[in-house]
Every structure is written in structure tokens, then in C-alpha cells.
């Protein structure tokens, strides 16, 4: 009987893109600028650490949350690949206010080597390491996001920790794991080969037992 297992494949990001540098003071946000994604909790909760915050992205909330933000918060609009990347490098840690399905962000700032906040519910779950690769917090509220940035020691946080897991979920991986299952799959739709009969010189005779006494 053959069995069907492989690991779990996850969606794939190009961590080797990305490289771990010295952080900087400023905390990141990265995401679409709209309601769902709950931005106005980190600009909340930042307004009132008094910490400085990088918004990047753009969307239909964006004129509100400037509206809302003080000016300890910097919105960059839709930046470059290249900024992007320079932008992960340098954070002291990612904030993720959204309840995404997989956050590519959050592995995007893990592989250049920087740690994550992010609310505890949806692909964080699965791609922050709780105390090792960054926080969880909850509720999705500013309270609780601001305890947890005063609470969370990014410097205690080895980039090469955030790194090693980031890669859990690059592309080559992804491609490798894709490639298993393809040939597994493959394998299973084999049809099995014919049982071979045993060769015999000639047709078996019967074998006369006579009855004793």
C-alpha cells in the first residue's frame, strides 16, 4: 500500500532578495491602506508611544489616517522594490495590524534579519515565532499594540533566528516542495504492474494418494 506524505507547503517569497542590516529607530507598517487592514490601530497606538513609525503604502484610507497621524509618523506613499527592501532592513520591527491569510510582509522583514509585532490571529500564527522571531498581541486594539511595543526588546532578537525561519518560505523551497508532490502524485496514478505467473516446465500433474490399510 503507498502512502501520501509531504510537509506542509506554505506560499512562497523571495527572501533572498532581502538582507539583514542595522536597524534603525523607526517601526515599519507595510500594507494597503484600507479599512480592513486596521492601520489606524498602529497609528493610534504610535501616537501614543511618541515612537517614530514608517507607513508605507497606499489605498482609499490613507487621507484619513495622515488626517489622524501626529508627526511622529511618516507616510511614504507606494515605494520601489529597492526602497522597499532598504526600508526592512533598517526597521527595529515590522507592525502587522491585519489578519492576513499568509503576510508576506511579515516573512519580507524576517528575511533582512528584523523582527515582527502582529496581531495573533491569521498567518502570523504561522510565520512569527512567538519570543523568537518577534510578538503576538491581542486584541486588534491600541492599548494592547502599544503594551506590546513597550513590552517586545527587538535588540534581543537574533537576525539570523528571523533569517533561518524567513527561508522556511522561499521560493526555492516552495519549488522544491511543488516539485515532491508533483512526482509523488505522479507516482500514485501509476497503474500497478501485473502479477507475473510462475513458470513452470509443463502442466502440474495430480498426485494419487492411495488409501491405507
Known amino acids: 500500500m503507498r502512502t501520501h506524505q509531504h510537509p506542509e507547503l506554505y506560499s512562497s517569497v523571495p527572501c533572498r532578495r532581502l538582507t539583514p542590516g542595522s536597524s534603525a529607530d523607526y ?4 500594507s494597503e491602506l484600507m479599512p480592513h487592514k486596521r492601520i489606524s490601530v498602529a497609528v493610534e497606538a504610535f501616537a501614543r508611544l511618541g515612537l517614530p513609525l514608517v507607513v508605507v503604502g497606499d489605498g482609499p484610507d490613507a487621507r484619513r489616517l495622515r488626517r ?3 508627526g511622529n509618523i511618516a507616510f511614504e506613499g507606494r515605494v520601489s522594490d529597492e526602497r522597499a527592501a532598504q526600508l526592512f532592513e533598517g526597521a527595529r520591527a515590522l507592525v502587522v495590524t491585519a489578519t492576513e491569510e499568509f503576510g508576506i510582509a511579515a516573512v519580507e522583514a524576517q528575511a533582512a534579519g528584523r523582527p515582527v509585532i502582529a496581531y495573533a490571529e491569521g498567518g502570523a500564527l504561522e510565520t512569527v515565532l512567538e519570543g523568537e522571531t518577534g510578538t503576538l498581541f491581542h486584541p486588534c486594539r491600541p492599548e494592547a499594540l502599544a503594551e ?5 526588546d527587538a535588540d534581543t532578537v537574533s537576525s539570523q533566528a528571523c533569517l533561518d525561519n524567513a527561508m522556511r518560505f522561499d521560493v526555492r523551497r516552495f519549488q522544491a516542495g511543488l516539485r515532491a508532490i508533483v512526482e509523488e502524485a505522479s507516482e500514485l496514478e501509476r497503474p500497478p504492474r501485473p502479477l507475473s505467473r510462475p513458470r513452470g516446465r509443463g502442466r502440474l500433474r495430480p498426485v494419487l494418494v492411495e488409501p491405507s490399510g
Open 27 to 30: 517601526y515599519l507598517v507595510v
Open 68 to 70: 489622524m497621524a501626529p
Open 148 to 152: 506590546s511595543v513597550r513590552r517586545f
